[in-house]
């Protein structure tokens, strides 16, 4: 069996989105590399070797069905601290000159296509929550590799460019409303929500029934600020109809890890 042709269309819309991070980072002198960014206690450096990192262990884990050893080890390491793991990785790897740092991204990202494409069609990968299919992985790569990129964006005082790629985003953060409600301790409510959401592009995307008495709209940007927890609330264009849309998006978040605190409200 070989991959639908979605695989692809995914693994080029994570490429373009890593590639456009990469030329806003690629000239930035050894300073800047250090400048904070609205992730607290992370500088450029730092975001960086989160995305490298992940993308290395996405890679053992997609190889998993070849040789489960170097998964295994990795995940024996992380149940070592489970809490700080990652960061500690994170940070690690973040001492290396910007050069290196570029240099071992540069060859991840090729790396970890390769590797997804590799994986059996039908089979899924072991990951540090439920084992993921090839094209899960590769939707949450993205996710994450959009949400951090905002966070080296704000740091510069970039403004990115807006595109329909972050629909990747926005499945994701509509597939999570059970997951947001569970992990902040929540009951998730009975009624189903119908979302529609406006594109950059300034196409309509929808889910959910048509007929559902609870609905999210508004713009599709802000709705994946806020499943990333780039933005407060009360700064997106969001209308939520019903309680339990309305509870949804005071804990939206489509990112593992325990219940974040999002960003506070600029107005």
Same mark, same amino acid.
């Given at each position: 069996?070989?991959?639908?042709?979605?695989?692809?269309?995914?693994?080029?819309?994570?490429?373009? *989105?890593?590639?456009?991070? !990469?030329?806003?980072? %690629?000239?930035? $002198?050894? *300073?800047?590399?250090?400048?904070? $960014?609205?992730?607290?206690?992370? $500088?450029?450096?730092?975001?960086?070797a989160?995305l490298?990192?992940?993308?290395?262990?996405?890679?053992?884990?997609?190889?998993?069905?070849?040789?489960?050893?170097?998964?295994?080890?990795?995940?024996?390491?992380?149940?070592?601290?489970?809490t &700080?793991?990652?960061?500690?990785?994170?940070? =690690?790897?973040?001492q290396l000159?910007?050069?290196?740092?570029l240099?071992?991204?540069?060859? &991840? !990202?090729? %790396?970890?296509?390769? +590797?997804?494409?590799g994986?059996?069609a039908?089979?899924?990968?072991?990951?540090? &929550?439920?084992?993921?299919s090839a094209?899960?992985?590769? /939707?949450?790569?993205?996710? =994450? /590799?959009?949400?951090h990129?905002?966070?080296?964006? @704000?740091?510069? &005082?970039?403004?990115p460019?807006?595109?329909?790629?972050?629909?990747?985003?926005?499945?994701?953060?509509?597939?999570?409303?059970g997951?947001?409600? +569970?992990?902040?301790?929540?009951?998730?409510? =009975? +009624?189903?929500?119908?979302?529609?959401?406006? +594109?950059?592009?300034?196409?309509?995307? $929808?889910?959910?029934? @048509?007929? %559902?008495?609870?609905t999210?709209?508004?713009?599709?940007?802000?709705f994946?600020?806020?499943?990333?927890q780039?933005?407060?609330?009360?700064?997106? @264009?969001?209308?939520?109809?019903?309680?339990?849309?309305d509870?949804?998006?005071?804990?939206?978040?489509?990112f593992?890890?325990?219940?974040?605190?999002?960003? =506070?409200?600029?107005?």
């Amino acid at each position: 069996m070989t991959h639908a042709p979605l695989l692809d269309d995914l693994l080029a819309d994570l490429a373009a *989105e890593g590639d456009r991070l !990469r030329g806003v980072v %690629a000239d930035l $002198t050894d *300073e800047q590399w250090v400048t904070d $960014t609205p992730a607290e206690g992370w $500088t450029i450096a730092t975001t960086i070797a989160h995305l490298l990192w992940t993308d290395e262990a996405a890679i053992l884990a997609a190889r998993s069905h070849e040789d489960k050893g170097p998964w295994d080890a990795l995940v024996l390491a992380g149940m070592a601290d489970p809490t &700080g793991f990652v960061d500690t990785a994170a940070l =690690e790897i973040a001492q290396l000159p910007p050069a290196e740092l570029l240099a071992r991204w540069d060859s &991840g !990202r090729p %790396a970890l296509a390769d +590797a997804l494409r590799g994986v059996p069609a039908g089979e899924k990968m072991p990951w540090f &929550g439920p084992p993921m299919s090839a094209t899960s992985m590769v /939707t949450a790569r993205f996710m =994450e /590799t959009w949400a951090h990129s905002l966070d080296v964006y @704000d740091a510069l &005082g970039i403004t990115p460019e807006r595109s329909d790629r972050i629909k990747h985003v926005a499945h994701i953060g509509v597939r999570t409303r059970g997951f947001s409600f +569970a992990n902040a301790g929540l009951d998730v409510p =009975e +009624a189903p929500v119908r979302v529609e959401l406006t +594109a950059p592009s300034g196409d309509l995307w $929808t889910w959910g029934p @048509d007929d %559902a008495a609870e609905t999210v709209r508004g713009s599709a940007y802000d709705f994946c600020l806020l499943a990333t927890q780039r933005v407060h609330r009360a700064d997106t @264009d969001l209308v939520a109809q019903g309680p339990g849309a309305d509870a949804w998006l005071d804990v939206a978040q489509c990112f593992a890890g325990p219940a974040g605190g999002g960003r =506070e409200a600029s107005r």
